[in-house]
């Protein structure tokens, strides 16, 4: 996933494929709520043996 500024604008690519920049949002979304709900279990397994 990538965004980049250029003369026309934005351009936004996942996997090389460019994407609407609505798609990438969500995609880019998506994928920070997955490495949050890792980092929360990561948490919750700490807080359990504390």
Do not use: C, Q
């Amino acid at each position: 996933m990538s965004a980049h500024h250029g003369r026309a604008g934005w351009r936004f690519t996942i996997n090389g494929e460019p994407v609407s920049e609505g798609a990438y949002k969500r995609k880019y979304i998506a994928a920070l709520e997955h490495e949050l709900d890792e980092a929360h279990a990561k948490l919750a397994a700490i807080y359990d043996v504390l």
